[in-house]
């Protein structure tokens, strides 16, 4: 199938950019970006860069007269999530969300479902065509090319902006390379400062199962699997984590797992390349003890 030319819509973070700025390129040269933010230059190779300083809930009839002009549209994220669906549907185009790989010759866009366990071929029959990506899943184009903002505006706030906080980021769990993760089996928030301990003797950084997060135990920035980090750690240390199925996503990239659970049956064990059946609190003051002692 022949593609003219692409449109990125994106929110400005450089990651996310790049990533679809690599698969555009894969398409066409003929490439321009709608990117939400309030920078006057960005780093993106792209013809045109069209800039909004306002929500993509608000923004989908400014958007709409430019997309119908486009024979792919590469979204992904938040961005993606409130407007790939609305996209598709008022463009009458085809669609395939979630896509973690892409056959370029063949025209087939791969979606990973029940945790990677099962792999959804499509191949879309007619254009125009928007594709929603995972993130993390494809390379980054890198660039020196600054693009000047074309700013667009938009006709009326359909939502009202209440409160807006920006919230800083502690920990970038996607680019640790040694992470010490925690589960239900902590049993409170006290335990993850034992994690804590364990993390900053190896100089790697603290994570946690979505069970541990939703018991209020760790904040949601630390989170590992499908709803939060997908790690590409070297080293990864699961106390207490009995493996569910979108955990186990969250670490299939990941080096080298060291399980340590009660449970023997524990699901995690089948991922770990070294099991440890024991009480996490019992091998982890172990561990910390023979950790102090040789860095002295």
Known sequence: ????????????????????????????????????????????????????????????????PLASKYDVILTNGTVGAHIGGILTLKLSASCVFGVSEIKYDEFIFSHSAYGDKAVIDYKPEHLPLVLILKEKYFEQLTTNQLMEIEWLECKKDNIEIVKEEKIEKEVELDKAKIVIGGGRGIGSKEGFTILERIAKLFGGVVGASRAAVDNGWISHQYQIGQSGAMLSASLYFAFGISGATQHLSGIKNVKCVVAINKDEEAPIFKRARYNIVADWKDFAMALINELEETNG
């Open 1 to 64: 199938m022949i593609i003219k030319n692409v449109l990125i819509i994106s929110d400005d973070d450089k990651d996310r950019l790049g990533e679809l700025n690599f698969v555009a390129k894969k398409f066409s040269d003929n490439i321009d970006a709608i990117v939400f933010t309030n920078k006057k230059e960005l780093e993106i190779d792209v013809k045109k860069a069209y800039g909004i300083n306002n929500i993509p809930p608000n923004s989908i009839e400014t958007i709409l």
